[in-house]
C-alpha cells in the first residue's frame, strides 16, 4: 500500500481532532488498518478447519482417481518379505490412537498452518518388522504418495513406537484432501515428512533426497519451539481492569515445560499457566490474566521453553530451508482500564 505525503497529513489531522497527538496518533490509525480479530483456541482441530497444503502442482484428482477397494500399498526395497496390501489388510492390522500436532514448515511467526487431531492407525515399526526390513543394510524409509510426492525419515526414527501410517483422523474416515486412504504421521517433524496418500513404502539402503530436499530445503524436518497468541487479537480495543490472554505453544518432538508472556517488548516475561495436553506429541494451551497498569498501547510478545530446556528462537528467520522463527507479537491498544459503571 503506497500512501502519499498527502494522505498521511490527513490522517494526522482525523487522529488530531480525536484527542490523540504525533506519532501515536498516526500509529493508531495505521495499527487499527492491520488490525486482526482474536482467535478461537481449542485443543483438537476440526477435520473441515485442519490446515491443507499439497505439495505437488499435479493433474492427479484425489477425489476421482483414488478407491479404496483398489488401492494398493507396496511394501519393498531392502526387505526379505516384501508387502502388497489392501485397504483391508491395513484394517486388520493392530492399529492404536495418538494425539500429534501436524504443522508445515511454511508456518511463519503466529501463524495458522497448523492444527491438532486424534489419528488412529497402524505401526510402521510393527509393518517393517513383518515385511522383514533389513536392519544392517537400511538407512532411510521412504514414502511414495499416488500425488506424485516422496519424501524419507531414517530407518531409526522410523523404528520408534509412536511412527504410525493413519487412516482415522478425529474419529473419521482421513478426509481425502489430508491423505485417504493412509498417510504418515511422524511426531515432532514438519508436514514435508509426513507424506499424504501413500502407496509405496521402500526401504533404502542410501541417504534418499525427497522432493523438497532436491530443491534444497532440510533432510532433518525437526520442528521448532513455537508460540502464539490467539486473544486478543492485534490492536483489538481492551477495556476494563483485566484481560484474558490465550494461545498455543508446540515444542514439536518435546512437550511444552514453559510459556511465557512479556507486555514491555520482552524487556520482563511473567509465565503464563498451561492447560495439561493429552499427549507429549501435541501442542499446550496457555493462559495469562493480565490487569493493565494504565491506559495506551503494549507490545506484547509470548515465547515458550520445552521440556529439554530448549528456549523458542528469538532471532526471525524465514522458513527456507528449515522452518522459521521469531517471537509472535501484538499490540495491546488499551482504551480504559475502569469497570464499566451500570446505568
Known amino acids: ?101 501436524l504443522m508445515c514448515i511454511d508456518t511463519l511467526s503466529g501463524g495458522d498452518s497448523l492444527g491438532n487431531a486424534v489419528w488412529r492407525g497402524v505401526s510402521l515399526k510393527q509393518l517393517l518388522l513383518d515385511a522383514g526390513a533389513d536392519e544392517e543394510l537400511a538407512r532411510d524409509v521412504v514414502f511414495r504418495g499416488a500425488d506424485g510426492y516422496d519424501d524419507s525419515i531414517p530407518f531409526e526414527r522410523a523404528m520408534r513406537d509412536d511412527v504410525m501410517l493413519a487412516y482415522l483422523m478425529n474419529g473419521e474416515k482421513l478426509p481425502k484432501e489430508h491423505g485417504f486412504p493412509l498417510r504418515l504421521i511422524v511426531p515432532g517433524l514438519y508436514g514435508i515428512k509426513n507424506v499424504k496418500w501413500i502407496t509405496e513404502i521402500e526401504v533404502y539402503g542410501g541417504d534418499y533426497k525427497g522432493y523438497w530436499q532436491r530443491k534444497g530445503w532440510t533432510d532433518d524436518g525437526t520442528i521448532k519451539v513455537f508460540s502464539r497468541i490467539d486473544s486478543p487479537g492485534h490492536y483489538q480495543a481492551l477495556r476494563g481492569p483485566e484481560r484474558q490472554f490465550r494461545g498455543i505453544a508446540f515444542g514439536g518432538p518435546n512437550t511444552i515445560e514453559k510459556v511465557e508472556i512479556s507486555f514491555d517488548a520482552g524487556r520482563s516475561w511473567d509465565e503464563a499457566e498451561l492447560e495439561p495436553p493429552l499427549s507429549p506429541y501435541s501442542w499446550v494451551i496457555w493462559n495469562y490474566t493480565w490487569r493493565p497498569p494504565k491506559r495506551g498501547k503494549f507490545q506484547v510478545v509470548v515465547r515458550a521453553t520445552d521440556v529439554k530446556g530448549r528456549l523458542q528462537i528469538a532471532e526471525i528467520a524465514r522458513p527456507m530451508p528449515d522452518g522459521a522463527s521469531g517471537y509472535h507479537t501484538i499490540i495491546a491498544d488499551v482504551e480504559s482500564i475502569e469497570t464499566a459503571k451500570s446505568v
Request: hydrophobic fraction near 40%; glycine fraction near 8%.
Open 1 to 101: 500500500m503506497n500512501l502519499g505525503r498527502r494522505t498521511i497529513l490527513k490522517l494526522a489531522g482525523l487522529t488530531a481532532a480525536a484527542g490523540l497527538t504525533g506519532c501515536d496518533a498516526v500509529g493508531s490509525v495505521f495499527g487499527r488498518m492491520f488490525a486482526m480479530p482474536p482467535r478461537e483456541t481449542i485443543y483438537l482441530t476440526p477435520n473441515s478447519k485442519f490446515y491443507v497444503v499439497n505439495y505437488m502442482d499435479s493433474p492427479f484428482n484425489i477425489s476421482r482417481d483414488l478407491n479404496q477397494e483398489q488401492w494398493r500399498l507396496h511394501v519393498k526395497g531392502e526387505v526379505k518379505k516384501p508387502m502388497n496390501l489392501g485397504w483391508r489388510d491395513v484394517l486388520n492390522r493392530d492399529s492404536f490412537d495418538q494425539v500429534v500436532t
